[in-house]
Nanobody
Framework: KVQLVETGGGSVQTGGSLTLSCEVS????????MAWFRQVPGKEREGVAMIDSDGTIMYGDSVQGRFTISLDRPIDVITTHLRMNALRPDDTAQYYCALDFSLWESLKAEDYTHWGQGTQVTVSS
C-alpha cells in the first residue's frame, strides 16, 4: 500500500519561508509524478508544483519564482520537498502532497491517485 506523509507546515509572517516535505512509502514504480496542491475552504484544490521521475518540473502561475520543488529517492522511499519563499497571506491553505504512477505533466487534482492527509500553512500579514 502506498502512503504519503507530509511534514513542515506551520505559521509564518509575510515574506517568510517554509519547507514542506512528503515521504512516500510502499511499492513504488519507476515512472511517477509527484505534486503539491493547496486548498482553502470553499475553493477548488489548486496545483502548486509538480515533479516527475524524469526530472520534469511545472509550477502554478501564482507561485512561479517563489516556490521550488525537489525530489529525493535514495532507495526505497521517495521524498519531495517544497521550498516556499516570499510567502504571502494568500498562500495560506491546507497543502497536500500527491502521487501518480504516470508521466504526463499535470497540475490537475484528478490526474493523481494517491494523496497525503495535508499540512496547514498560515501566513500572517
Amino acid at each position: 500500500k502506498v502512503q504519503l506523509v507530509e511534514t513542515g507546515g506551520g505559521s509564518v509572517q509575510t515574506g517568510g519561508s517554509l519547507t514542506l516535505s512528503c515521504e512516500v512509502s510502499g511499492y513504488i514504480y519507476n515512472n511517477y509524478k509527484m505534486a503539491w496542491f493547496r486548498q482553502v475552504p470553499g475553493k477548488e484544490r489548486e496545483g502548486v508544483a509538480m515533479i516527475d521521475s524524469d526530472g520534469t518540473i511545472m509550477y502554478g502561475d501564482s507561485v512561479q519564482g517563489r516556490f521550488t520543488i525537489s525530489l529525493d529517492r535514495p532507495i526505497d522511499v521517495i521524498t519531495t520537498h517544497l521550498r516556499m519563499n516570499a510567502l504571502r497571506p494568500d498562500d495560506t491553505a491546507q497543502y497536500y502532497c500527491a502521487l501518480d504512477f504516470s508521466l504526463w505533466e499535470s497540475l490537475k487534482a484528478e490526474d493523481y491517485t494517491h494523496w497525503g492527509q495535508g499540512t496547514q500553512v498560515t501566513v500572517s500579514s
